[in-house]
């Protein structure tokens, strides 16, 4: 064993995370419906923890900076989980760029710094809690006169910070909660408590955008905001002659929920589903048992669906800082940063770039926002969030539509060799999974460097694939658009989180009647 002079400087902060709160781990096995009984707990306490509103808040003067992300950080605005599960990701997404470039010296394949990786990794998620949670409440989340009054009563005129401490402790203690439900889901219950709340957000904002027949609140038309209910009334409400001159373009591709949505949302879910059945599939026989003959899949989607949700959250807080920079009087002070154009340009009151760099990377939103108005100049309101023309020639649209693609593609491709080393997908250590499980590719030597070199042959190939099919497929996804304002990105992260879902509930139930499989898939 190496000694302690060789060991990372995380070792140093063991006596520190060690004492961390934790989800205890099952001392064996848990069975099938013991883990959906904690599925189905922690999905219903999550609903509820979205429908609880920050003691203190005034929803009138508050300012969601992730509104634009908010399906993919699966959290609820002015609610007691407002960060969702960003924190979880943003902590995620700094330890693996630690590991990948070797800041970290840690052997992931080492139960000791596995531990030690992990347990710094809850200790930053907690550190990101707080890191967002502040510069929220005290800019954009602001609380309620009436709140500030009594406080400061009690706090001798510090009524406003008092109000905001308390606001920073509510929503804290709710991400933190969500940070617990998905140590509970990894144990005890079945796949990760991230993907299911992502899962939980994007279908209910789907099923909304389908079937809500509740008027737009900020506008006086009288019609549904619903895809379908929309299309009810219009048909109802409007001559033929109404719908020729303009009706047909309004229930087509305006905003919100147009048919276009719809149809390209059952597209998507479509191609998605197909994707997730599509591997490759390499023969297999037990060294052991004659005639014990099976196929291990590699799929085409390898790297799974973390690696999109990594990028998502990197685009969010690039844009995040960015329109920090541009209207946060604090900020804007920044050296070479501060209340710079070229960074980003944002309207009073839209966490959307208009102008900037970071406006050519930023989300696509549908068809709006770049196909209109390369067809026809006449669509250009399209581009501003206020529905005022900003001036956007087709060749700048055209270049920030490459812009995105080619962000959203890179990254996942980074994120995509990052995670399956630190998850243990890599060949090497696949390759001593099927050696320790008696299994071997047949024609070949059971020996472990024979398995990693053929298996060398095709998981770095399909890793360097998948990240540039699935950062593709999130960013034509996007370009599209959804109903329910879920985005592309989300949609595609639902219907991949699904299957994978579907695909895991059949391993549990295929595990509970031949537990001999356990040792292949690593489960007690």
Not at 178 to 200: H, Q
Not at 228 to 252: D, V
Not at 489 to 517: C, D, N, R
């Amino acid at each position: 064993m190496a000694g302690d002079e060789d060991k990372s400087l995380l070792y140093k902060l063991k006596p520190l995370i060690d004492r961390m709160p934790a989800v205890k781990q099952p001392d064996g096995h848990v069975h099938f419906r013991r883990k959906m009984t904690w599925l189905i707990l922690v999905l219903v306490t999550y609903f509820v923890m979205t429908n609880v509103t920050a003691y203190g808040l005034d929803p009138a003067k508050t300012m969601d900076l992730f509104a634009q992300f908010r399906a993919i950080f699966a959290g609820k605005s002015g609610s007691i989980v407002h960060l969702g599960i960003s924190p979880i990701v943003n902590a995620s997404i700094i330890m693996q760029l630690f590991q990948g470039s070797e800041i970290i010296d840690l052997d992931m394949k080492d139960p000791e710094d596995k531990a030690v990786f992990q347990n710094t990794q809850k200790f930053l998620v907690i550190v990101m809690i707080f890191v967002q949670a502040v510069p929220q409440v005290f800019g954009y989340l602001t609380p309620a006169s009436s709140l500030i009054n009594v406080l400061g009563g009690y706090t001798g005129g510090q009524g406003l910070l008092a109000a905001r401490l308390l606001i920073v402790s509510q929503i804290a203690l709710g991400c933190y909660i969500i940070f617990l439900m998905d140590e509970v889901i990894s144990k005890w219950g079945i796949g990760s408590g991230i993907s299911l709340f992502i899962v939980a957000g994007v279908s209910q904002g789907i099923f909304t955008g389908i079937f809500n027949w509740a008027p737009n609140p900020n506008s006086e038309s009288p019609v549904p905001v619903g895809t379908i209910p929309k299309t009810i009334y219009m048909f109802r409400h409007n001559s033929a002659q109404e719908m020729a001159s303009g009706g047909l373009e309004t229930l087509l591709i305006q905003q919100p929920n147009p048919v276009m949505a719809l149809v390209t949302t059952i597209l998507l879910f479509l191609i998605v589903a197909y994707v997730q059945g599509s591997r490759i599939e390499l023969p297999v026989s037990h060294g052991r048992a004659r005639g014990a003959r099976g196929r291990y899949p590699i799929k085409l989607v390898y790297s799974s669906v973390l690696p999109v949700i990594l990028v998502s959250a990197l685009l969010a807080n690039i844009n995040l800082f960015a329109m920090l920079f541009y209207t946060n009087p604090t900020f804007q002070n920044f050296p070479i940063l501060g209340g710079q154009s070229w960074l980003g340009i944002f309207q009073q009151g839209s966490t959307k770039p208009i102008g900037g760099a970071v406006w050519y990377i930023s989300r696509l939103e549908g068809i709006q926002d770049w196909l209109l108005p390369l067809i026809s100049s006449r669509y250009e309101y399209l581009l501003s969030p206020q529905g005022v023309a900003w001036s956007h020639s087709k060749f700048e649209v055209m270049l920030r539509v490459i812009g995105h693609v080619s962000f959203m593609m890179i990254f996942a491709v980074l994120f995509a060799n990052f995670w399956i080393k630190t998850t243990n997908m890599d060949a090497e250590s696949v390759a001593d999974q099927i050696q320790d499980s008696g299994m071997q590719i047949p024609g070949f030597r059971r020996d472990p460097r024979v398995l990693r070199k053929v298996l060398k042959r095709y998981i770095p190939t399909v890793t360097h694939f998948s990240g540039l099919f699935i950062g593709a497929l999130a960013a034509s996804a996007n370009m599209l658009g959804t109903v329910g304002n879920a985005g592309g990105t989300s949609l595609f992260l639902a219907v991949s989180i699904l299957t994978q879902l579907y695909e895991q509930m059949g391993k549990e139930q295929m595990m509970e009647m031949h537990p001999a499989l356990r040792d292949f898939f690593g489960n007690q």
